[in-house]
């Protein structure tokens, strides 16, 4: 069976409500949610392509031809599951690459509206993403520190090997980081158990080489 595609003009039933994609545009979609789809009345929305994929899940695609019977499709759940999956990724990755070029560009509209749909979307499962992207060589101290902030929202104590030579990589390029000294301290209020056992891992590691860094951090853990 081929792998479902999403396409502009596709009707969904979600539980007792149908929803059409009326745009389906690089980073945004536009759906109509719908009583009946035979009379397309209802209510036009807007939401980025992961949140709307994340919105069809356990939904039916309805054969053009069987609309007034809402005959749903033949659809490979376990296949089209990885579908939107990979749908989802791809716009993480977009979003991330936004603020990567967009941060150097000096572009900070574009910057800080990416920044803020991958704050209401991103998860545990986009933290490999978000770490590659913290890492990038494309980063500037800019975008080093919203990324930074996602990776302390997403994976907390955990990442803070990752936050702290991100922390250096700015120190080294002469930059104050107040917005990832900022992250880093709401992770220690937040998170302070877990976050004194981490540092207190990472400092008695033979290669850890910013214990500076975290012998600061833990000045703030509660």
Request: glycine share 6%.
């Amino acid at each position: 069976m081929e792998p479902m595609k999403l396409e502009q003009g596709q009707i969904w039933k979600q539980g007792e409500n149908y929803i059409r994609i009326v745009e389906w545009a690089r980073l945004s979609i536009e759906y109509k949610v719908m009583k009946d789809p035979i009379s397309k009345l209802g209510t036009l929305h807007k939401t980025t392509k992961k949140e709307f994929c994340r919105l069809l899940k356990g939904a039916v695609l309805l054969k053009p031809e069987g609309l007034s019977a809402a005959v749903p499709a033949e659809v490979d759940e376990e296949e089209f599951s990885a579908e939107l999956e990979m749908v989802i990724s791809q716009s993480i990755a977009a979003d991330l690459r936004c603020i990567l070029d967009g941060a150097n560009d000096g572009d900070s509209d574009s910057v800080l509206e990416a920044h803020a749909r991958l704050k209401d979307a991103v998860s545990t499962t986009d933290l490999p993403l978000l770490l590659d992207a913290l890492k990038s060589p494309d980063n500037n101290f800019w975008s080093r520190e919203l990324i930074g902030e996602l990776v302390a929202k997403t994976g907390g104590s955990d990442c803070l090997a990752e936050l702290l030579e991100a922390l250096a990589a700015g120190v080294a390029e002469g930059h104050d980081n107040d917005g990832l000294q900022s992250s880093l301290i709401m992770l220690a209020e937040g998170e302070p158990e877990k976050c004194r056992r981490k540092l207190t891992e990472l400092m008695a590691g033979p290669n850890f080489k910013n214990q500076e860094a975290a012998t600061w951090l833990l000045t703030f853990i509660p």
